[in-house]
């Protein structure tokens, strides 16, 4: 009986042994590091590390993306809006010499026109010589007006010439008898004296007479109509059969010389512009032929109700330019040395003139300008431009100062 008394406790102290050797071990194994749950743990922190690591690797990979990305989109945006900008055509003007012209336009007339009419006491025509558009010289007999009455007064005066001649030619004779007796004593000095005095004024009626004779023959002469100077005969007023006296009129006009001008009206700022000498170029109107002409004077006084004076341009004779007609002018004003650009590439606006040029980053800017001369081949810029800047030929209405646009060089 008792051994299994005494058993039953050895056995439970035995068992409280054990677990207390177990535990120990335990500690042991835990302090020793051999323990495979701490060992877990150790790596459990490694891998979080490793995808902490991971983890700011993406976000940093992400952003780089990210950035490049947009610097990419941000580039194909502005090649879009490159690719999008309006094709502009331009144009460099340069600099060049540039022929002032004033455009006028006036009536064709003689310039020196000359009114011949009745000098005498005129009569009845018979004959006309000439017509208009024939050439005369000077002297030339135009028009014969009976002169029938005037024949017989100088038929007339020269009988009386001659009895004036034959009355002094008496007397000469008798003074030289008288004289041939004096140193005989049959005539006194007193009769010398009286036949001298009569001899003289014999002498005299003959040239009394003769004088007359060429008064009458004077106005025989001036019953002809004579060209006053050789010109071209412009108009005729006068048929055979009429009768014609010295308040008749103007019966011939005539060209002096033929020689023609025109008559350009000119606004008072033009007509400063310009100085005698100057060439002009003249086209009657109807006609294609030019001629070249000088202006030989301009006017010196302006109508005040116009504001307009004339610029008077000598030509040549020629077919073309009737007396009266029509015609336009181009004279030369000067030159100067300035940029030129065609009406299309200037503006304008409440401030004045301005034209479009391509600035940095090809951006329109906005250029005020000042005009001056327009000839044929385009408008001077006095001011404003140099020359060597790009300007908007076309298509300035339609930009604006700091738009971006693709400009083509016009060719």
């Known amino acids: 009986m008792a051994g299994p008394h005494l058993a039953a406790p050895q056995a439970e102290h035995m068992k409280a042994v054990a677990a207390m050797n177990f535990e120990t071990r335990i500690e042991a194994d835990t302090l020793s590091g051999d323990n495979p749950l701490l060992d877990d743990m150790g790596q459990g922190r ?126 000469q004779a008798n003074l030289d008898r008288s004289l041939r007796l004096v140193a005989k004593g049959f005539v006194s000095k007193a009769d010398i004296d009286r036949l001298r005095a009569t001899r003289d004024s014999a002498y005299a009626q003959v040239r009394v007479a003769g004088a007359q004779l060429g008064v009458l023959q004077a106005q025989s002469r001036r019953l002809n109509v004579v060209a006053p100077a050789a010109g071209l005969v412009l108009e005729r007023r006068v048929e055979p059969g009429q009768v014609v006296s010295a308040g008749s009129g103007i019966l011939f006009r005539l060209a002096k010389g033929g020689e023609m001008e025109l008559k350009a009206q000119l606004g008072q700022s033009d007509l400063a512009q310009i100085a005698p000498g100057v060439t002009a170029k003249v086209t009657p109107v109807g006609s ?110 339609f930009l604006s100062p700091g738009e971006t646009i693709k400009p083509v060089a016009s060719k």
């Open 46 to 171: 490694s891998k979080r590390r490793w995808i902490i690591a991971a983890l700011v690797l993406l976000v940093v990979m992400a952003a780089i993306w990210f950035m490049v990305h947009r610097a990419g989109a941000g580039a194909a945006e502005d090649g879009d809006k490159k690719e999008q900008a309006p094709v502009v055509s331009v144009i460099t003007p340069g600099r060049a010499t540039i022929e002032g012209t004033i455009s006028a336009t006036g009536t064709l007339a003689a310039r020196r026109e000359l009114p011949v009419g009745i000098a005498g006491e005129g009569g009845q025509v018979l004959s006309v010589l000439v017509e208009p558009g024939q050439w005369v010289r000077a002297g030339q007999v135009m028009a014969v007006i009976d002169r029938s009455v005037q024949v017989q007064q100088q038929s007339s005066q020269a009988a009386q010439v001659q009895v004036a001649r034959a009355n002094a030619d008496l007397a």
């Open 288 to 397: 294609t032929n030019v001629y070249t002409g000088q202006v030989w004077q301009k006017a010196p006084v302006i109508d005040p109700a116009s504001r307009q004076g004339f610029a008077r341009i000598a030509l040549a004779y020629a077919p073309d330019l009737p007396p009266g007609g029509f015609a336009s002018a181009e004279i030369k004003s000067g030159s100067i040395v300035a940029p030129m650009l065609p009406e299309s590439a200037i503006q304008s606006d409440n401030k004045g003139s301005f034209v479009y040029i391509v600035g940095k980053d090809n951006k329109v800017e906005r250029r005020d300008i000042k005009l001056g001369l327009v000839t044929n081949q385009g408008i001077a810029i006095v001011s404003g431009l140099s020359g060597n800047e790009r300007v908007v030929l076309r298509a300035g209405g």
